[in-house]
């Protein structure tokens, strides 16, 4: 009579060669590097003409937020609409000094069709300094995430701020006072304070060569020099562009600001080539980073300018 053997003696030779293809496998494949990122790729392989076109991969839709909704004074959500690969990073943007939201209205589709929802939001007053529009662009990430139509769609660890002028200026603050941050934009910022050392989120200054308003000697490249403490920052300067280039200069700031916001509000990797070596294109009389991953390297910043104001600048 055929006795069968214990069923823990039978499985124990198969539980030890499973454990061993396993370390085996473990050996070829190597450990996981430190510090690796988990990427959340929106979209198909990037290239010059993808990033600069009027509209990307993604169809969109908006929803309109009122003006009474406390914290800020309303805007325009630009989302996509597909569904089918799961929640989208978020960045809030705010206008500048005097500006609406509408004063930008390629920034919405333009960034929202590349994979991202994308809140132009008004302030509450248009006079309202740089501080008070770095604590809106706060507020309307808070919106966004816990109580707007689209919050489902957003994912709320994956968050930006961008702004023009004293948006770009409130753009600074807000990375300052939330470094859980991914990334932040700020076009030909304004701000009368210099220093941003403190800033702990991957930064893009975008400056324009002939801004009178925000000059780039006295404002953008003082601001990148003093990012000491952010783990990523780039200065861009559009070639002869001037304070309003924010609204009249979309292609050049899109392949910028998409790029910087693809890599580190979505983690994707993809996008270092598009930053790192800089663009070859004359559109851009200046641009330097610290310059993540392959063909990186820092460009070493010229010495600060000293802290100036302009002879009209009342407020600094």
Known sequence: MHTRPPVG????????????????????????????????????????????????????ATVTVPASVAGFGGGVIHYPTDTSQGTFGAV???????????????VGPR????????????????????????AQLLAALDYLVTSSAVRTRVDAGRLAVAGHSMGGG?????????????????????????SWSNIR??????????????SVSSHSEPFYTSMTSAPEKAYVELRGESHMAAATNPA??????????????????RYEAMLCP?????????????????????????????DECEWWEWWC
Request: glycine share 10%.
């Open 111 to 134: 960034l929202a069709s590349q994979g991202f929802v994308v809140f132009l939001i008004d302030t509450d007053n248009r006079g309202d300094g740089p501080a008070r529009r770095g």
């Open 201 to 214: 989120v991957p930064t893009m200054i975008i400056g324009a060569q002939n801004d009178t308003i925000a």
């Open 9 to 60: 003696r039978a499985r124990a030779p198969l539980a030890a060669a499973v454990a061993v293809l396993a370390l085996l496998g473990a050996l070829v494949a190597g450990p996981a590097p430190a510090g690796a990122e988990t990427e959340f790729r929106r979209g198909p392989d990037p290239t010059e003409a993808s990033i600069t076109a009027a509209t990307g991969p993604f169809a969109t």
């Open 252 to 269: 050049d700031q899109a392949y910028a600001m998409i790029s910087w916001l693809k890599r580190y509000v979505d983690d994707d990797t």
């Open 92 to 106: 809030a943007f705010a206008p500048g000094f005097l500006a609406a939201s509408s004063h930008y209205a390629w």
């Open 278 to 306: 800089p663009p070859s294109s004359t559109d851009y009389s200046e641009w330097r980073n610290t310059c993540p991953g392959p063909g990186g390297g820092t460009t070493p910043p010229p010495p600060p300018p000293p």
């Open 170 to 194: 409130g753009t600074l603050a807000a990375a300052n006072a939330r470094p859980s941050l991914q990334a932040a934009v700020a076009l030909q910022p304004w701000h009368s304070t210099k």
